[in-house]
């Protein structure tokens, strides 16, 4: 196996489409096991900076959990942004209005990026990866 | 965004969602592969992939009635003429989509 990579958890750590993250080498790393077959990305939301693990793995696509941005695991390419929240029907107070303002008007200008994705190995019954 | 990823994994979800209730991607590859972009391109302007062939009213509670697959929301009508609005489902039994007759919901008795 080559140097670069890094034992980083046993196979049986994660149930199938589950995730778990690691850090290696000062890389906060998610691993996702996808129905036995193990990906690794860069933890943080390519939208907000969220942690992934906390959102939802469905096949290969995981969901963020703050803004619903999804992902794909397998490329870390950004699949869609996020979903409009429900503010309900009734208008808030004025001053939490003009706060919403003022965080609709900064939203606009996140993007939502793609994010790393790393090489993965299995060997003997753990998940190495090259951080 | 990449479209061609974003289809691929809407065809994915919106499969998993649809097939309990008895529908199917329509067979019409072309048709599906065009209704897929146009809400690939509706999902990034509005944050939610509306279906493409019905108005946004700017009335949440009426426009999420219409966030693909919006099957469950208009099914008697669906059931009836075995596709939803656009065709980009239908009935697991259809495999002629374009032998299917448009009637409207006052057509099949719902109004």
């Known amino acids: 196996m080559s140097d670069k990579f890094i034992r980083a958890i046993s196979t049986d750590e994660i149930a199938p489409g589950g995730m778990k993250t690691v850090e290696l080498n000062g ?5 996702c096991n996808c129905g036995g077959t193990y990906y690794a990305l860069a933890r943080r939301c390519g939208h907000m900076n969220a942690p992934l693990e906390l959102g939802t793995l469905d096949g290969k696509f995981v969901t963020c959990a703050m803004h619903c941005a999804q992902f794909d695991v397998t490329t870390g390419r950004a699949l869609s942004g996020p979903v409009p929240a429900d503010m309900g029907n009734e208008s808030p107070p004025p001053i939490l209005a003009a706060f919403l303002r003022h965080v609709d008007m900064l939203m606009k200008h996140v993007r939502t990026e793609s994010i790393r994705t790393y090489e993965t190995k299995v060997e003997a019954g753990w998940v190495h990866v090259a951080p | 965004m990449d479209t061609e990823a974003r289809k691929k994994a809407l065809q994915y979800f919106f499969d998993k969602v649809v097939g ?14 065009f209704l897929l972009e ?15 062939c ?7 509670g009426r426009d999420m009635q219409i966030v693909c697959p919006c099957i469950p929301f208009h099914r008697e009508h669906f059931d009836a003429i075995k596709r939803c609005w656009c065709g980009l489902f239908v009935h697991k039994d259809v495999t002629d989509p374009n032998s299917l007759p448009q009637l409207s919901p006052k057509d099949v008795g719902l109004e």
């Not at chain 2, 146009?38 to 493409?52: D, N, R, S, T």
């Open chain 1, 27 to 31: 890389h906060e790393i998610v691993i």
């Open chain 2, 54 to 60: 019905q108005p946004m009213r700017h009335d949440r």
């Open chain 2, 38 to 52: 146009q809400e690939v391109m509706l999902e990034a302007k509005h944050g939610i992939p509306f279906c493409p």
């Open chain 2, 20 to 33: 309990p209730m008895g529908f199917k991607f329509t067979p019409d590859v072309e048709l599906k592969d």
